[in-house]
């Protein structure tokens, strides 16, 4: 008897807890969009993570935390060819709440991914390819396996970057205020190279050469690699930079 009274409260238990993860997820929504169709999420206090997968929608989940949680809201202002999201807090509000947003999005089709970013929060963009431009104010930037056009940035936090692709020409730009910035890139690059730090070290293993400031602590790096068509910056005020062969 006692055994069937534990199972219940454990089912009980068990029940309670889904329930409880359902309700924390606050935003659940896919979309069709065509290549080259823009995705934007800004949000301000919480995480963004961007994922290729292999479907043929993109899927967003979103989901609100802390005790003010309900003051938030998630605007979807999106249209045929574009997916925007946008986090809407009260005016004046010191509210406790962020939002994590998870996407997922085709992995074989170019989009051009404009303002995903977070002005409190990580952001991840892991196995995607197009025109990217994302952004942190505090929190870190990490890039894995991406290709195209980019520009990524941090305020206060760090720039870690994968680029498995490189064939379009234009600027790919890498940059913190506070923080470090490293670029991993494929050996064959065509670009032009300026890469700089303020108060830091520059590292290479390409065949460009590192100098000292000639006045102040900083180092910089600039050079070509092939035909240089495309513009390769990575920089940041306070910290290291570093641009090594996958």
Known sequence: MKRSIKVVVMAAAMVVLLAGLVSAQDFKKAYTIPAGGQISVKNVSGDVKVTGYNGSNILVDAYKVGKDRDLVTIEDLSTGDKVQLRVHYPEHCNCDASVNFEVRVPSNVDYTFDSIGSVSGDVELTGVQGNIKTESVSGDVVLTDVGGTI????????????????????????????????????????VDIDMSSVSGAVQTDFPIEVQKEQFGPGQH????????????????VSGKVSLTSK
């Not at 940035?153 to 020409?169: H, L």
């Open 151 to 190: 520009k990524a940035s941090s305020v206060s936090g760090s720039v870690n970057a994968q680029v498995t692709r490189i064939d379009k020409p234009g600027d790919l730009r890498f940059s913190s205020v506070s923080g470090s910035v490293a670029v991993k890139a494929p050996t064959n690059l065509n």
């Open 221 to 236: 790096a600039r050079g070509r690699l092939g035909s240089g068509t495309t513009t390769l910056r990575i920089s940041t």
